[in-house]
Antibody, heavy 120, light 107 residues
Framework: EVQLVESGGGLVQPGGSLRLSCAAS????????MSWVRQAPGKGLEWVAN????????YYVDSVKGRFTISRDNAKNSLYLQLNSLRAEDTAVYYC?????????????WGQGTLVTVSS | DIQMTQSPSSLSASVGDRVTITCRAS??????LAWYQQKPGKVPKLLIY???TLQSGVPSRFSGSGSGTDFTLTINSLQPEDVATYYC?????????FGPGTKVDIK
């Protein structure tokens, strides 16, 4: 059974930083593109970033470029999202998500999400 | 970047009705279009990918069609458990933008 378990969310002040983690199990982690998707309270889904199997390609939505960094550790079956220079509008549930073997695949599996709240 | 729109933003229909949701891309995306269902308080679930391929385990009353810029999600015979918000997503190239969602409830 595919499992994606996020951690690392919490309350942080504007301008602060946070590192989200996602522990993956139940599939061959190193074989899949992985993504982060977020959802602000009461709002729709926003794709944030994705990363290739070996970490050599990474893509971001414009609103987080230069502030967020996606990374992975295949030896630990883990996905990460470093959030810097946080703003109130970054407040959201952040979902870890599994794509396919190639870049051009939808999201097949989702974690339960971790809440990030940016507030003073 | 390619923008995704959905219509309507919400709808109310009776059990057994046929429901149609439209998704439009601002530029052609071939068939790189997925539909997700998010029930209240739950995690999104993939329903359809490649515009018309039903994900394993999804009831056959759900179907998708379209290519290029215009896509449709159809629910044949709406059921109470279909109350949810439905999102389309393009994945032909980054950013993999979602549509704004369509909220479906029972009349």
């Amino acid at each position: 059974e595919v499992q994606l378990v996020e951690s690392g969310g919490g309350l942080v002040q504007p301008g602060g930083s946070l590192r989200l983690s996602c522990a993956a199990s139940g599939f061959t982690f190193r074989s899949n593109w992985m993504s982060w998707v977020r959802q602000a309270p009461g709002k729709g889904l926003e794709w944030v970033a994705n990363i290739k199997q070996d970490g050599s390609e990474k893509y971001y939505v414009d609103s987080v470029k230069g502030r967020f960094t996606i990374s992975r550790d295949n030896a630990k079956n883990s996905l990460y999202l470093q959030l810097n220079s946080l703003r109130a509008e970054d407040t959201a549930v952040y979902y870890c998500a599994r794509g396919g073997f190639g870049e051009l695949f939808p999201i097949f599996y989702w974690g339960q999400g971790t809440l990030v709240t940016v507030s003073s | 970047d390619i923008q995704m729109t959905q219509s309507p933003s919400s709808l109310s229909a009776s059990v057994g009705d046929r429901v149609t949701i439209t998704c439009r891309a601002s530029q052609g995306i071939s068939n790189y279009l997925a539909w997700y269902q998010q029930k209240p308080g739950k995690v999104p679930k993939l329903l359809i990918y490649a515009a018309s391929t039903l994900q394993s385990g999804v009831p056959s009353r759900f179907s998708g069609s379209g290519s290029g810029t215009d896509f449709t999600l159809t629910i044949n015979s709406l059921q109470p458990e279909d109350v949810a918000t439905y999102y389309c997503q393009k994945y032909n190239s980054a950013p993999f933008t979602f549509g704004p969602g369509t909220k479906v409830d029972i009349k």
